[in-house]
């Protein structure tokens, strides 16, 4: 579904009569108040179905730049008050010193959001957080950046001015299945080559601010965190990014619980998934646990039973495997292997280019994993995780010919 946020924020500005002496004794400086006006919520900046921007009780502020008369080599900018007002309808009132020249015709200024002070005022660029930590129902506040679109000129004792805000940010709400409910979820990575994540830079005091804008995409990956976030099995994620269309290239999600690590990568070629400012763009993955078989075994039961005889492996994050069995033999005998896992299932093929005699739905626990044959589900195997013994030897993989293999059977 695509939502379409629209922002309104009416200013008006209120001209006090207090006089201060000018730093140069020949003119004097008036302060004017700019107040906007807009309803508030129990969060900082988030969505709802009315697709209205709603604020917190404190903590908001924008950053005001502007300058006098047609002098825009000389901006200034100031913050917008902490403690803003709260009506009883609703509404707040944030409120802004700026500090003009007396007797100049006129003034024009922008504003943007969340506060940031600039050293250079005149190219403002802000960047979208790369950690990010929304809610179940909303993005994260500190990720959104809000800019008027077009310059405020105001020119005498006007009553009232109207400042439109747009966003450019592009919005993502991923539903991830598959997560096992009740798991913590530490964080969530999404990554691309599009690399989504970045920054824009905009003149906040010229024309179609927005028009003219620049998004620079300079990173892969955004983490998503939240505090005390426990999986459901259909678990939202909220994020924003630069405006980047992935359609064509590609995506990843990896997901950290306390018990597992998932993993998703989806191709987009031929299919399309394009995030654009101020748009939801609405999508599901589905994610299997990552299986790290990483580590050192020994089978200690086999088709339910002690087996009578010997398997160790050695497994790396490569997925290598190196076996040692001792099954028809008094001496240990060495493999090794090139295992691959797709789905939950591996398969490999050894040193000497022979495939292993089964493929295996794997399953890990702990220090326990299991193994069942593909095509036999009586054929269950059962490896704990120890020490791999001294006796072991670590000499060249064991090649055999088809005269012994018939003697000697490997055991994959």
Known sequence: MKKILYIVLFAALALQGCNTESVDSMSKLTKSTIRIVTEIGDTRTYITDDNKIHWAESGEQLNIIYYSDNNSSELSQTPTHADYTIESDGR????ADIMTVEG???????????YQHVAQSSSVVL?????????AESYDP???ILVSREPIVIEGDVEGIKVSLSRMVAFAKMTLKGIGAGEIIEKVIFSSSAKPAGSVEFKVHEAATVENAVWYNEYEDIEITRENWVATGEDVVWMTTVPTNLSGTDFTVTVVTDKHSYTKSVDLTSRTLDFKRGDIATFRVTLEPTLDLSGSWKLTEWRGVKPSFEVYMQ???NNNVTMWQRITSREWERYQSEATIESGVI???????????????????????TWTDTTDATDISVYSRVELPEELPQSSPTTQTSATRAVSERFL
């Open 347 to 369: 398969s490999g093929i050894y040193s000497d280019g022979v495939e292993w005699r089964a493929s295996y739905n794997v399953t890990i626990d702990g220090d326990s994993m």
């Open 315 to 317: 497994i790396d994050q």
């Open 142 to 144: 500190t990720s959104d």
């Open 92 to 95: 707040i009132i944030f409120s």
């Open 104 to 114: 100049v015709a006129s003034h024009t200024l922008g504003a943007f959001y969340p």
């Open 127 to 135: 960047t979208i957080p790369q950690a990010q930590s929304p809610t």
